[in-house]
Every structure is written in structure tokens, then in C-alpha cells.
T-cell receptor, first 112, second 113 residues
Framework: GENVEQHPSTLSVQEGDSAVIKCTYS??????FPWYKQELGKRPQLIIDIRSNVGEKKDQRIAVTLNKTAKHFSLHITETQPEDSAVYFC???????????FGKGTRLSVIA | EAGVAQSPRYKIIEKRQSVAFWCNPI?????LYWYQQILGQGPKLLIQFQNNGVVDDSQLPKDRFSAERLKGVDSTLKIQPAKLEDSAVYLCASSRTSIPEQFFGPGTRLTVL
């Protein structure tokens, strides 16, 4: 089955700097890669996703890149703000309507 | 559009007791998932429903966990009897058929003493 590895497990950045979180997946059949943000005690919130027919997707300060050959994808947050502090999870999915396989999460701390 | 609803939000029980969780998915979402999230880890699938049928329950500990989705809308997840290692947040998520975006409920935080 699919296995998703996520790095780093913790990340501290100064406000205004960029943050990058990386994930690798094992199953080349996976073709949907969402990123979730989870604040303490709250539900995971979908912040951006990418499908395997696209190499990069951007939404304001957040971007995701996908390298299908290497089977890795990354989340990029620019101009970080204190409210970006949370745990971020990457996930992989076969084709929709199949269960997501999650990474272990990255705790991002943005220091003001 | 209302989000995924779950109840209760918190539950504390003693080991060997029983507990049940309820989920109401987003209207029109045929696919429903139950995930278990242990502290410090990512969510892990327990069971997936498509309408009222089970699609994947390969990771559900069937000796103690059960779930149903009667009428293809609301779902309940039950644990009987609970063990200490069942302490976790139980998340319900839903999605539309053939559309991969999954939306999560607020979760039920279970503490087993």
C-alpha cells in the first residue's frame, strides 16, 4: 500500500521568511496530493491540493510542487505570518473517493 | 454549505466500557470516512463508506470497532470494549463521488482511563 513520508517534523521560521515542507510517496498510482493545516484542537483544513497532471499550483502565499518521477511533492509558504503556525499534513490518494494516506505532520512555528 | 458535524466533541470513559460517535456529512456527499488520529500523528483510515455500503474496512479492528451508515447519510462508530490505546481523536470526513477533496468534521476526542 501507499506510504507517505514527511519532513521535517518541526520547523521554526522568523516572520516574513519562507517555509518549505517536503513529502515523498511510494505508490506511483497515486495522483492526488492535498495539504491540510491543523491548528491545536481543531479539524484538519484543506489549504491546497495538486493533481498528477500538474507540476505546480499557487494560491496567494502558498504553493505546492509535484515531481512525479521522483515521487515527491512540497509545500511552500512565503512571507510567513504568526497565524501560519500550525501542524501541516501532506497526503496522497489514488484517484478520488479512496482513503487519504497521511504523512506524520510538520509542526510549523512562525516567530514574530 | 454546512460542514461535517460530529458529536460528542469529548468523551472520557474507563477501559472495557463502550462508546459511540456520530457523524453527519456535508449534504450530497456520498462518501464518508472515519479516521483515527493519535496524538502527534496523521489521521489513519478506519473505514470508508460509499452511500450505505462499506468500501474499505481493512484497518478497522473488527473485534472491538464497528460502524454503520444506515440510509447512506449519518454514520455511527462504536468501540466495545475500549482499550487504553483507543485514546485518540476520531475524525469523520466526507467527499462527493468522483471528487477527491475531503472535508473533515471537528472530531471527537476520546480519553480511555
Amino acid at each position: 500500500g501507499e506510504n507517505v513520508e514527511q519532513h521535517p517534523s518541526t520547523l521554526s521560521v522568523q516572520e516574513g521568511d519562507s517555509a518549505v515542507i517536503k513529502c515523498t510517496y511510494s505508490d506511483s498510482a497515486s495522483n492526488y496530493f492535498p495539504w491540510y493545516k491543523q491548528e491545536l484542537g481543531k479539524r484538519p483544513q484543506l489549504i491546497i491540493d495538486i493533481r498528477s497532471n500538474v507540476g505546480e499550483k499557487k494560491d496567494q502565499r502558498i504553493a505546492v510542487t509535484l515531481n512525479k518521477t521522483a515521487k515527491h511533492f512540497s509545500l511552500h509558504i512565503t512571507e510567513t505570518q504568526p497565524e501560519d503556525s500550525a501542524v501541516y499534513f501532506c497526503a496522497a490518494d489514488y484517484s478520488g473517493n479512496t482513503p487519504l494516506v497521511f504523512g506524520k505532520g510538520t509542526r510549523l512555528s512562525v516567530i514574530a | 454549505e454546512a460542514g461535517v458535524a460530529q458529536s460528542p466533541r469529548y468523551k472520557i470513559i474507563e477501559k472495557r466500557q463502550s462508546v459511540a460517535f456520530w457523524c453527519n456529512p456535508i449534504s450530497g456527499h456520498a462518501t464518508l470516512y472515519w479516521y483515527q488520529q493519535i496524538l502527534g500523528q496523521g489521521p489513519k483510515l478506519l473505514i470508508q463508506f460509499q452511500n450505505n455500503g462499506v468500501v474499505d474496512d481493512s484497518q478497522l479492528p473488527k473485534d472491538r470497532f464497528s460502524a454503520e451508515r444506515l440510509k447512506g447519510v449519518d454514520s455511527t462508530l462504536k468501540i466495545q470494549p475500549a482499550k487504553l490505546e483507543d485514546s485518540a481523536v476520531y475524525l469523520c470526513a466526507s467527499s462527493r463521488t468522483s471528487i477527491p477533496e475531503q472535508f473533515f468534521g471537528p472530531g471527537t476526542r476520546l480519553t480511555v482511563l
